[in-house]
């Protein structure tokens, strides 16, 4: 009995070994040789209203009325936040920052953002990079992780600096500059 079981056992693995073989990776996927990879830093200026009559963020949840918490924990924003070359709201576009931020902190603020960098200037219109992280506003640095990307930027990872330029208390208007460095 125990012959004829070790016997089945290696038919089995034989039937195996060819299936595997016989299914390899050309059959429904190819390998790509990756080239060399890219290091790119990007510098521009996010321009975050949510004052006004053309508001470049608004508010899309909020928790209840009784919650009276000062980092304002649960509010949930949805933006489409020009990108700029400078600091000056008329300085040249070189882009859109869409996605979704909220108050991820009860004790400091601390932004949860999911947001895509959408460049539409030189080379780089098309392609996009992707943001995830911790956005803890009010420290005068902040650092975030660059999870991946689009078109010139297709595998990217990196991190992303950012620092206050301006802010409004009273509207929570920002403009906020991003050091951006990409491994793609």
């Not at 299914?23 to 890219?38: I, V």
């Not at 700029?84 to 004790?107: F, H, L, M, W």
């Not at 959408?118 to 005068?140: E, H, Q, R, V, W």
Request: hydrophobic share 40%; net charge negative.
């Amino acid at each position: 009995m125990a012959k004829e079981t070790l016997v089945l056992m290696v038919i089995s693995l034989v039937g195996v070994m060819q299936w595997a073989k016989s299914t390899n990776a050309e059959s429904w996927a190819s390998r790509l040789e990756a080239e060399k990879e890219n290091v790119t830093n990007l510098q521009f200026y996010f321009h975050d209203i949510l004052s006004g009559k053309n508001p470049t963020a608004i508010k899309v949840a909020q928790p209840s009325a009784d919650n009276k918490s000062p980092t304002l924990f649960g509010s949930i924003m949805m933006a489409d936040d020009p990108l700029t070359e400078g600091p000056d709201p008329n300085s040249k576009p070189v882009g859109r920052a869409q996605g979704i931020y909220g108050s991820a902190g009860q004790n400091e603020l601390a932004l949860i953002m999911a947001m895509n960098f959408a460049f539409t200037d030189g080379i780089y219109n098309g392609s996009c990079i992707s943001l995830l992280g911790k956005n803890p506003a009010m420290n005068p640095v902040r650092e975030m992780p660059i999870v991946g990307g689009t078109g010139l930027f297709r595998f990217a990872r990196g991190y992303a600096v950012a620092q206050t330029y301006w802010l409004d208390l009273a509207t929570g208007d920002a403009i906020v500059g991003y050091n951006v460095t990409v491994v793609h």
